[in-house]
């Protein structure tokens, strides 16, 4: 397979935004004429999550992924600045960008996952005419178990907001210790044990991404988990006027089925779909069901996305 084109854009504050073209075998000028899909993952999230997707969408499309700051080639914030809307910021300016690189005109579809719903529903409210239409996966428009009875405890929120906080700043301390754990081979058979990963879920891969997330900059994770405790989107549901396909997992530990149940039930005209034997890892468990319900969508929308104009990328730079 041919290697991703990685190119980089600066953010408002500076810091390296990285993200990369899917070429499928092809050259940039030929990918070029392909509409847009833009891919935004969840936190923590790993490249590999996207694989499944990204061969069967990449011959017809112009496939591009990108990283949150913090997360995998994306530098740090320069700022320190993790919240959910500098998140939506950075990925305009990869939107921007890619628009820039290529000759279809067609609004760019997007697709998100867990995190990067409240993300991709921040960019809507700030951007909507670079929406021609959205996949949903497994994650909510507020915080994770926005709609928990939990939450509806007096006190509940600011005592998680006191626990992350620690969290956070006890986290980068113990950055060998959490490094050593995610590379141990129990942490597979733990995690499906309390129901965190469904039957059918991979080893290698998730293993891939247990050891990624012990990588990472904790500073940047922990900012990043706190962001997401105050994620606020719902209010973008109702005025969302895109094809819009919600994928719930069967069974899902991080998003609860009432979150993703808000996004059906306030998105006008929403596609619905909830895969068996899932759980959060659903992009890789039925990696083949999902592909299949998104091109079902994308060739719906296709031929009626409306064009766009594209405007001077801010910042945009290829890796030498």
Known sequence: MTAPLLRYVDAADGTRIAWQT????????????????????????????????????????????????GHSKSECARSGDYAIATHADDLARVTEAAIARGTNTATPVHVAFSMGVTVLLEFYRRRPDRVAAMVLIAGGADQPRASSALFRVPLARPALRVALRAAARVAPRATGILRRASSSKAIFPIARAVGALGPDAPREPMEHFFRALGAMDMRAYWASVRSLAEAHASDVLPTVKVPVLVIA???????????????????????????????????????????????????AVRSQAPRVQPQEPLGSRQEP
């Open 249 to 299: 997992p069967a069974s899902d530990v991080l998003a609860s089925r009432r979150d993703l149940e808000i996004l059906r039930d306030s998105i006008p005209g929403v596609r619905w779909l909830e895969v068996p034997n899932t759980s959060h890892a659903i992009l890789l468990e039925a990696a083949d069901v999902v592909a299949a319900a998104v091109r079902e969508l994308f060739a």
């Open 22 to 69: 899917h070429l499928a075998g092809a050259n940039e000028e030929a990918v070029g004429t392909r509409p847009l899909v833009v891919l935004t993952n969840g936190l923590s999230t790993t490249e590999n999550f996207w694989d499944g997707l990204i061969a069967p969408l990449a011959s017809a499309y112009r496939v591009v992924h990108w990283s949150y700051r």
